[in-house]
Structure formats: C-alpha cells, structure tokens
C-alpha cells in the first residue's frame, strides 16, 4: 500500500469508527433490548466504516490488494465487452478494474492510477483496452492482463469521450453486496449511529 497523507488520514477514520464500535460493544454487560440494538449498532458502524473508508483507501493508494482479490461487484451498466467475449468492470468508487471471460468467472483485477476520480474504458483490440481517466486527462492502454502498454496525456475533455458500455450482473453473495456501492456502506453506517440515537448510547459519556 502506497503510505501518503490521504491514505493515513483514512486509515486514522476507519481505526476511529472500529475502536468506537468495538467499545460500545464491549460496554454492554446485561442483556436487554437496549445492549441488542447496541451491537446491531456496533456491527452496521464497522461494516459501514469498511464500506466507506475501504473503497475510499482503495481508489488513492496503489497496490492494495492482489490482482487475484475480486472486490464484490453486483450488477453494473458501464462494463465494456471486448472482441473475444471479454468483459472488463471499471469499479470507479475503488479505482480498479476487475476482468471477467465470457461466463463471468472472475480473472484478475488491478489498482488504476485515476487520482481518486472516475474514468471510461473503451476496447483496443481483442485483448486490449484504453482507460480514459477525468483527473490528469491521462489515456492508459492494458491488456487483458493488468500489463500497462502505454500511458500519455489526452486532448479534448473528458465528456466527449465515448464508451459503448453493457449492463452486466456479476454473481455476488448476498453478504457482499453491502460492499459493491459506498451508497449501501453508507446507509448501514447511518442506521448504526441511528440505532445508537434510540438507545442513548449516542449521548453517554464514556469515563
């Protein structure tokens, strides 16, 4: 993992929403309505957490994960098919790429250098394809193996840049899902600290 101020400071958030969670948790000694909703709300803060800061840590920092690590995907409408029945997923939240054959069976996936922002992939040929980044107004072209061919700064904006993209449905299990979009990381966070308003929790000061 690439060590920068962004990736400290993310790392700092997440440790923070853990260590509170973990504690409330930890601070629940009877068992009554209150302590359940309590480590509801312990384990939807540090999902979310994961979630949202995991995402986040992804699309800034270089060499997170393997390219073996498939990060859950669900169903997506900007995936490009290539010539041999290839399917390519931008992950735009993470700042990676994951590469599928024609059943849908996972491949490989790998970190892009899009500066944190969103990018369109267009095909190159039948093992080949351009990655357009909106930050940096740079044009990558990788194989179908995560190996970079060529890098150089684009002309022309970003918008106009046209990207014949599919809809595809990537089998995911029902306990990932919460991790395919920072929108559900988001909502199971917020129902977490929810939770914690009903209970009181939210307002007890810890000694």
Partial sequence: MEINFH??????????FIV???????????FTWKSTLNFIA??????GALGIFGSDLTAYTRGSFSKS???PIGNVNYAIELSDGTI???????????????????????HIDAGGG?????????????????RNAMKYLYDTNGVLQSSEEYSGSYV??????????IPTPFYLLIFT???????????????????????????
């Avoid at 509170?20 to 009877?30: D, E, G, P, S, V």
């Avoid at 106009?160 to 449905?169: A, K």
């Fill in 7 to 16: 990736s400290i400071l993310t790392l700092t958030m997440l440790a923070v």
């Fill in 20 to 30: 509170l969670a973990i504690r409330i948790a930890l601070a629940q000694k009877i």
């Fill in 42 to 47: 312990s384990a939807c803060l540090i999902i």
């Fill in 69 to 71: 690590f498939e990060w």
């Fill in 88 to 110: 390519v997923i931008p992950l735009k939240p993470t700042g990676r790429i994951q590469v599928y054959d024609p059943a849908l069976e996972f491949q490989r996936g790998w």
């Fill in 118 to 134: 969103t990018f369109k992939l267009v095909p190159a040929d039948d093992s080949s394809f351009y990655v357009y980044t909106a």
């Fill in 160 to 169: 106009d840049v046209i990207s014949q993209t599919i809809q595809v449905s």
């Fill in 181 to 207: 979009k920072p929108t559900y990381s988001w909502i199971v966070g917020l129902m977490g600290l929810l939770l914690l308003f009903i209970t009181g929790e939210a307002f007890t000061k810890k000694t």
